[in-house]
């Protein structure tokens, strides 16, 4: 059997940032241009190619209108819920 590329642990942190950009109401070029980067910089964040230290994270989720706090929050109850399945 083939291996994921990505842990279940990389996937949901994934979605979620995606999930909070997209509820946030905004499109991969406007945060983009929030903060201050290149165009494709969205796309390889939400596609696991590109990772966040905890200051791009935190730049991350405050420009969606999010804590670093509330982030870390739901990525944490997400997690719990994916090893309370296994």
Not at 33 to 55: F, I, Q, T
Request: charged letters at 30%; hydrophobic letters at 40%; one cysteine or more.
């Amino acid at each position: 059997m083939g291996r994921y590329k990505w842990s279940m642990q990389e996937i949901v942190l994934l979605k979620l940032l995606k999930d909070m950009r997209r509820e946030s109401g905004l499109s991969g070029p406007a945060i983009q241009k929030m903060l201050k980067r290149p165009n494709s910089y969205v796309a390889k964040v939400e596609s696991g190619e590109k990772r966040l230290d905890v200051l791009e994270l935190r730049e991350f989720c405050h420009a969606c209108g999010v804590t670093l706090h509330e982030f870390t929050l739901r990525l944490d109850n997400k997690l719990e819920q994916i090893h309370m399945i296994e």
